[in-house]
C-alpha cells in the first residue's frame, strides 16, 4: 500500500471484461465512478487505448485513489466472504466495426484477494 496523505492510498485492481460482439472492440476513454460493496471509492478515468478480442475475456488494470477508511472496510469484507462486490458506473468511448460513439455503461463483478494490490 502506497500512502498518498494520511487519508487516502492508491490501490490497483484487475477488471476483467467479456466482449461477446464477433468483432474486437477498440475502447478509447473511460470515465467511471467505482462502488465497492455498496460504497463509492473512487472515480476512474482510461484515457488510452485499447482492444478487447471480438469473444473473450480481457483483462486491465485500474488504479485508484481510495479513502482508508474504504481500505480497511473492503479488506474487513474481503476477509469474511472471499469476495468484495464492485460496479463501475460512467460513459465509455470506443470504435466497434469502424462507428465510434461514447455510450453510458454500468458493469458489476466481484473482485477475488487476486486481484486487489495494496
Known amino acids: 500500500m ?9 490501490l490497483s485492481a484487475n477488471i476483467q471484461v467479456f466482449n461477446p460482439n464477433k468483432y474486437q472492440v477498440t475502447i478509447k476513454r473511460i470515465d467511471a465512478e467505482i462502488m465497492v460493496n455498496g460504497n463509492q471509492w473512487s472515480k476512474y478515468q482510461l484515457d488510452s487505448i ?5 469473444q473473450s475475456l480481457f483483462s486491465f488494470p485500474i488504479d485508484l485513489k481510495v479513502k482508508n477508511s474504504s481500505v480497511l472496510a473492503g479488506i474487513a469484507h474481503l476477509s469474511s466472504a472471499g469476495e468484495l462486490p464492485y460496479e463501475m458506473k460512467g460513459k465509455i468511448k470506443g470504435t ?5 460513439a461514447e455510450v453510458p455503461f454500468v458493469y458489476s463483478n466481484k473482485f ?7
Open 2 to 10: 502506497r500512502l498518498k496523505s494520511l487519508n487516502e492510498s492508491k
Open 96 to 100: 466497434f466495426r469502424s462507428i465510434t
Open 50 to 54: 485499447f482492444v478487447v478480442p471480438a
Open 112 to 118: 477475488s484477494g487476486d486481484d486487489i494490490r495494496f
